[in-house]
């Protein structure tokens, strides 16, 4: 089974300023799936990512990974942790060291964890990993950075991140800075990944084009709290929050003069800006609003297993 990655009801504050509030939400478990985490810039994406890390820590709340704390965890439940959650990084060229050829980031944490005997072992492998992501070893090795593209050093960052076979993967905008020729070849890796390998990800994006084409289960940021969360499929063709609807009627209509199918009747105001809850709407769909007594509240966390339940469960029938 896999390891199962929380963050449990979080916050981060930076000088008084608060990031994110009162954030849950998983990564991984029983049944590996497609999470998008949506928001327009300053929404606190990449805040909750390097928290997920491990490189920030929450003001409040806390980062479990496999049942144990982050903040808790020994050396060697540590270097598991850092083996087993991966990160691809946003910049493909800022990710690599330019003084070091290519061979230098995908022999590192081979040797770092152990994980080949000799050296020849480790090229064997490297140009395998290398191979499931569509590049020639022949044509990538022993060249600098800045001697391959942008798009060929985004998918050497994948396979550094699958040399070490992990349980997770925590994407931060990975195809924002390579053509738009590109970012097919890159989200059909990253979805054949979860469909091949089991592998979970998380898929931090302010576009909800390429969320739409990959996720099983869609969470909206805005102002450091979630707005919505549900199966990709109900949030994107019924948005029941405010801000949701927003962020999809941003995305220009395919038919210029055919605006998008959705329901005029709600009223086009933002998220409000006290602390919301999460209510459910229906079994795999949850969507914030001010607390309300008497009801009870769920976490994005529940909602991603719900659905990730439901796929599985209709892959066995």
Same mark, same amino acid.
Request: no cysteine; charged share 15%.
């Given at each position: 089974m896999n390891k199962l990655l929380e963050v449990r009801a979080a916050s981060v504050s930076f000088s008084g300023k608060q990031a994110l509030a009162n954030v849950s939400l998983a990564a991984g478990g029983a049944h590996p799936a497609i999470t998008a985490v949506v928001g327009e810039s300053g929404s606190g994406k990449t805040t909750l990512l390097r928290m997920l890390l491990g490189f920030q820590h929450p003001t409040s709340g806390e980062v479990i990974y496999d049942g144990?704390?982050?903040?808790?965890?020994d050396g060697a439940a540590q270097k598991r942790f850092r083996r087993e959650v991966q990160a691809i990084f946003q910049d493909p060229f800022d990710a690599f060291n330019p003084f070091y050829k290519i061979d230098h980031p995908l022999l590192a944490p081979l040797k770092?964890?152990?994980l080949s005997a000799s050296r020849d072992q480790s090229y064997d492998r490297i140009e395998k990993t290398l191979r499931s992501v569509g590049l020639n070893p022949a044509q990538?090795?022993?060249k600098y950075p800045h001697q391959i593209s942008g798009g060929q050093r985004q998918r050497v960052m994948i396979a550094r991140a699958l040399l070490l076979e992990p349980q997770i993967i925590l994407a931060d905008e990975p195809v924002s800075m390579v053509d738009a020729s590109l970012r097919s070849t890159i989200l059909e890796i990253l979805y054949e990944l979860n469909r091949s390998r089991g592998i979970s990800l998380i898929y931090v994006t302010h576009d909800l084009t390429t969320a739409y084409q990959v996720a099983d289960s869609i969470v909206v940021l805005h102002g450091g709290q979630i707005m919505e969360v549900g199966a990709t499929e109900e949030?994107? &063709?019924d948005p029941a929050h405010p801000y949701?609807?927003?962020l999809?009627?941003?995305v220009p209509s395919p038919d210029p003069d055919t605006p998008w199918n959705l329901n005029q009747a709600r009223p086009p105001v933002l998220a409000p800006r006290d602390q919301v809850l999460l209510y459910p709407t229906g079994p &795999?769909?949850?969507v914030a609003a001010p607390a309300r007594a008497g009801e009870i509240a769920v976490t994005a966390a529940q909602i991603q297993l719900a659905v990730s339940q439901a796929k599985a469960d209709a892959v066995v029938a």
């Open positions: 144990q704390p982050l903040t808790r965890m770092a964890f152990g990538t090795l022993g949030v994107i &063709h949701t609807r927003s999809i009627e941003a &795999h769909r949850a």
